[in-house]
């Protein structure tokens, strides 16, 4: 059975953080009373989350953590695994390693979304080879510590490299590393790949994560996207990972993750019940 959880940041977040609630306490708060299972926590580095409290908090609401999710990185720091500058490299990769700590204790699981970097001015080759270095590099720690990261195909107007779920799996092969898998983002999904649930099908055994937000990046059912299709291929397919809600906060936040809930838990519950 799927799992909701909802992307969230603490107030010191960049405006152009992509989550839906701001600060941690009061997210994990009011999250747990819309009814999600989990919070996903967007960070700049492991610094910015209070692990003592932040344990505190979500057992309080009884909570979890879904993923540590690091757009920031790029977003805010202007670091990637592809910048040809070795310094630069080097910084990612200790802020990489610290959330890989944070994560050990907090979801086991990181995304790769932004900061993973462009292609850029690079021939394809070096950017993806810095890459895949990276990657390997980052994953061998990881599995350590019983951590997985997760690739998001993000859309061809965000980043040049990586767009659509093959080339994901193509990119985990090259890695091949057991702890680094796929995260779909319905979101681009629907501007990127051929098929949406055809796609999430055909590559259901490396997905580890997935992202909800509709067509126009609304709560689900702003939107067009067929979430009762494709969550009963999810649910056909034996996915049993958690869905992130990761979406505008508008027309505000309590509206917008209200809505998910209100729209995705029902289609959840009822193939949960016809299953049984
Ligand atoms: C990150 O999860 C994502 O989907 C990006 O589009 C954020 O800009
Ligand atoms: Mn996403």
Same mark, same amino acid.
């Given at each position: 059975?799927?799992?909701?959880?909802?992307? /969230?940041?603490?107030t010191?977040a960049?405006?152009?953080t992509f989550?839906?609630?701001?600060?941690? =306490?009061?997210?994990?708060?009011?999250?747990?009373?819309?009814?999600?299972?989990? !919070?996903?926590?967007?960070?700049?580095?492991? #610094?910015?989350?209070d692990r003592?409290?932040?344990?505190?908090?979500?057992?309080?609401? $009884?909570?979890?953590?879904s993923?540590?999710?690091?757009g920031q !990185?790029?977003? $805010?720091?202007?670091?990637s695994?592809?910048?040809?500058?070795?310094?630069?490299?080097?910084?990612?990769? #200790? *802020?990489? *390693?610290?959330l890989i700590?944070?994560a050990?204790e907090?979801g086991?699981l990181?995304?790769?979304?932004?900061?993973?970097?462009?292609?850029?001015?690079a021939?394809? #080759?070096?950017?993806e080879?810095?890459?895949?270095e990276?990657?390997r #590099?980052?994953?061998?720690?990881a599995a350590?510590r %019983?951590?997985t990261?997760?690739i998001e195909p !993000?859309?061809r107007y965000e980043?040049d490299? /990586?767009?659509?779920?093959?080339?994901g !799996?193509d990119?985990?092969?090259?890695v091949?590393?057991?702890?680094?898998?796929?995260?779909p983002d319905?979101?681009?999904m %629907?501007?990127?790949d051929?098929?949406i649930?055809?796609e999430l099908i055909?590559?259901?055994d490396?997905?580890?994560?997935?992202?909800?937000?509709?067509?126009n990046?609304l709560?689900?059912g702003w $939107?067009?996207?067929?979430?009762?299709?494709l969550i009963?291929?999810? =649910?056909?397919?034996g996915?049993?990972?958690w869905?992130?809600?990761? /979406?505008?906060?508008?027309p505000d936040?309590?509206?917008?993750a209200?809505?998910?809930v209100?729209?995705?838990?029902?289609?959840i519950?009822?193939?949960?019940?016809?299953?049984?």
């Amino acid at each position: 059975m799927l799992r909701l959880s909802v992307a /969230i940041a603490d107030t010191a977040a960049l405006p152009n953080t992509f989550v839906v609630f701001r600060g941690f =306490e009061s997210s994990i708060r009011k999250a747990a009373a819309l009814g999600f299972g989990g !919070v996903e926590l967007a960070v700049k580095t492991a #610094d910015d989350v209070d692990r003592a409290k932040s344990r505190q908090w979500l057992e309080e609401s $009884g909570l979890q953590v879904s993923c540590i999710s690091t757009g920031q !990185v790029y977003a $805010g720091l202007g670091l990637s695994f592809t910048d040809p500058d070795p310094v630069r490299r080097r910084r990612i990769r #200790d *802020i990489f *390693i610290g959330l890989i700590e944070l994560a050990e204790e907090f979801g086991q699981l990181i995304n790769i979304g932004r900061a993973r970097g462009p292609i850029g001015a690079a021939p394809r #080759d070096e950017a993806e080879s810095r890459f895949i270095e990276m990657a390997r #590099d980052l994953c061998d720690g990881a599995a350590q510590r %019983n951590v997985t990261l997760v690739i998001e195909p !993000v859309n061809r107007y965000e980043l040049d490299f /990586i767009n659509t779920l093959a080339e994901g !799996v193509d990119l985990i092969g090259k890695v091949d590393r057991r702890n680094l898998k796929l995260m779909p983002d319905v979101f681009h999904m %629907n501007i990127e790949d051929s098929s949406i649930e055809g796609e999430l099908i055909r590559h259901i055994d490396q997905i580890a994560y997935i992202h909800f937000a509709d067509s126009n990046r609304l709560a689900p059912g702003w $939107g067009h996207l067929d979430f009762p299709r494709l969550i009963a291929a999810l =649910e056909r397919a034996g996915y049993r990972g958690w869905a992130a809600v990761e /979406i505008l906060p508008k027309p505000d936040p309590d509206s917008a993750a209200r809505q998910a809930v209100q729209f995705l838990q029902p289609i959840i519950k009822s193939l949960e019940t016809r299953r049984k």
